[in-house]
């Protein structure tokens, strides 16, 4: 990739030349009697195309084309459909390239007043530098950043800019002044939530792949799907007996009925480490199972990756002493993580803020949910990141029901901080990091506060 910082001229429009290609992935059948039909991202019957037609459909699978030779109206409606991909070129030299996304919007004059859209951002990617946003209708690759502040221009000196220009309004890079924020439906979205969601959900056509990849493979080892224990000390859990496991709860429809959101605990009838031990147990232990590369818990998980750990922050619990601990769900125990430092007591802290709206009580337990983030990212990539908050959600669940069929005070929280975890384990938060906390204790024997 280019870096000249000198901008291109206009003086060098003759020496600029559009080039287009099938993008990538596309493939096609011709039927027994002639007609030709394209398919992904979506598909189009072409219908019957000539000998030469078909010379250039070989071609454009193969190397770029010039776009004004053999431009046709087959090149017109490979065009139109979104299955070119356009290169501009310097001198041979690439520019950039745009992938449109179908259907191709037809071309319009570029307001001179339009800016870069608020929810597009510029990139470093392995190709060169990427342009992309949630709301736009192409990918754009720029091989050459000489050329993008002729682009931003409102009248762009050279033809390489204006082609530029006018396929990033196109594809929706570019947007009015206020046209992104002074409606409800636009106002509502921060950039990062709306790339988070965009990104988290298949776009036809943006050529992103969903689902189980396993892009790894061949690079990097599998992620365990048991956590190495800590040899340090730890503190052996009450394990309940599991046939009678729940034969005293509520029915379920009673328990989802009174299921809610408790901020305050007894500290005169803490939670005691049997109770601590019973509840951990009915969440997040590890079953037996006799698949060695996978784990099953009482909870759903994404691909049966189950990349989530708990962390019980204890501040108040009969029978335990205060600190940071692991839960292992494959010993049904409890690790000592770190002792009762300052970082630990931020993460109570910062859980009391988050239950009251101030500061106030802290909670007896918070059981900080972490992940480890290599169990879902070695085998999904575009989609990875919302899978472990769906597993957060699930698991989250699962605590409340458990913590309501005991008696007990339960509360997720809608905020952590995920820098005094880190301070707190001494974890890299690339490998291992908090996604979620649930405050626990004993209820108030009078008082309910409820959500």
Known sequence: MTHDASPIGADVSDRTEERVRLRHGVTGTVTDDGYVLVRWPHAQDLGVITPRQRALLLRLADEDVPAGQDDDELLATLRAGGWLRVTVELDGRPLYTLTPMPPVQAEQPVPPEAVLSRFAVIRRSREGMEAESPRARCTSLLHDMSCLPDAFDPEPRS?????????LWRAGLLALPGTEGDTLPLSQWSAHELWFHGRSRRTTGLGRTHGRTDWAAGHFPVPPPVRESSPGPGVA??????TALGAGDPPLAAVIGRRRSIRQHDDQRPLTAAELGEFLFRCGRNQPTTDEEHVRRPYPSGGMAYPLEIYPVIRLVAGVEPGLYRYDPQAHRLEQAGAMTNAVRRLLRDASV???????????????????????????????YSLILKDVGVLFQTMYLVATAMGLAPCALGVGDAGAFEAATGLDPMVEGSVGEFALGSRLPERRAVS
């Open 237 to 242: 859990l009450h394990r309940p007996d599991t």
């Open 159 to 167: 033809r390489a800019g204006r082609l530029l220009r006018a396929g």
């Open 354 to 384: 988050s239950l009251h709206g101030r500061v106030a009580a802290d909670p007896q337990v918070v059981l900080v949910v972490a992940a480890r983030f290599g169990r879902v990212m070695w085998t999904y990539r575009e989609m990875s």
